[in-house]
């Protein structure tokens, strides 16, 4: 089966650091997604990690532990903006399977 | 290039109805996949196509269908709804289904309320 968690809810303060952390099993391994969705809107894709490692991209990073099944996003220098939905999500080894298995996802709440 | 596009984007249908949900993925996209997404289990996979072909389904019930045409828009239907139907179903599309770091692109989604 596929299990993934991630805390359903977050706040932190505008200019400053958030980790939104993720831990998964599941039955293969073919990567990790991360993804931002807006209230009423579609999610947007944020990175993907199929090695260890950090993987930069602007004010937003992420890290894979594939021995540890963790994963976290660092979003820096917190805008507003970034107000979301974060989900984490984790594609299993299936030949041809486009699937991806989505964590319930956390809400971060910036405040001023 | 047009994204995803997903109609309607709003639905209300009784219990029994059955209802149909369209997706027209991005031009030059082969694979369609749908998500139904309900706030306590968070985005779930429904079934995967690829050529007119599902490749992957998920663990949902039969009166959970789909298809995909030549020009790679796909459906999905649900038979006789249930009050648990009411989600916001989101379709995705993605280039090709074999490579792992493909991603997947989401429509805005079809809101389906059922009374």
């Known amino acids: 089966g596929q299990n993934i968690d991630q805390p359903t809810e977050m706040t932190a303060t505008e200019g400053a650091i958030v980790q939104i952390n993720c831990t998964y099993q599941t039955s293969g391994f073919n990567g990790l997604f991360w993804y931002q969705q807006h209230a009423g809107e579609a999610p947007t894709f944020l990175s993907y990690?199929?090695?260890?490692g950090l993987e930069e991209k602007g004010r937003f990073s992420s890290f894979l532990s594939r021995s540890k099944g963790y994963s976290y996003l660092l979003l820096k220098e917190l805008q507003m903006k970034d107000s979301a939905s974060y989900l984490c999500?984790?594609?299993?080894?299936?030949?041809?399977?486009?699937?991806?298995?989505f964590g319930t996802g956390t809400r971060l709440t910036v405040i001023p | 290039k047009a994204g995803v596009t997903q109609t309607p984007r709003y639905l209300i249908k009784t219990r029994g109805q059955q209802v149909t949900l369209s997706c027209s993925p991005i031009s030059g996209h082969r694979s369609v996949s749908w998500y139904q997404q309900t706030p306590g289990q968070g985005l779930q996979f429904l079934f995967e196509y690829f050529s007119e072909t599902q490749r992957n389904k998920g663990n949902f019930p039969g009166r959970f269908s789909g298809r995909q045409f030549s020009n790679s828009r796909s459906e999905m239907n649900v038979s006789t709804l249930e009050l648990g139907d009411s989600a916001l179903y989101l379709c995705?599309?993605?280039?090709?289904?074999?490579?792992?770091?493909?991603?997947?692109?989401f429509g805005p989604g079809t809101r389906l309320l059922v009374l």
């Open positions: 990690n199929v090695l260890d």
């Open positions: 999500a984790v594609r299993g080894r299936q030949t041809g399977a486009n699937n991806l298995f």
């Open positions: 995705a599309s993605s280039l090709e289904v074999v490579r792992a770091q493909e991603t997947q692109y």
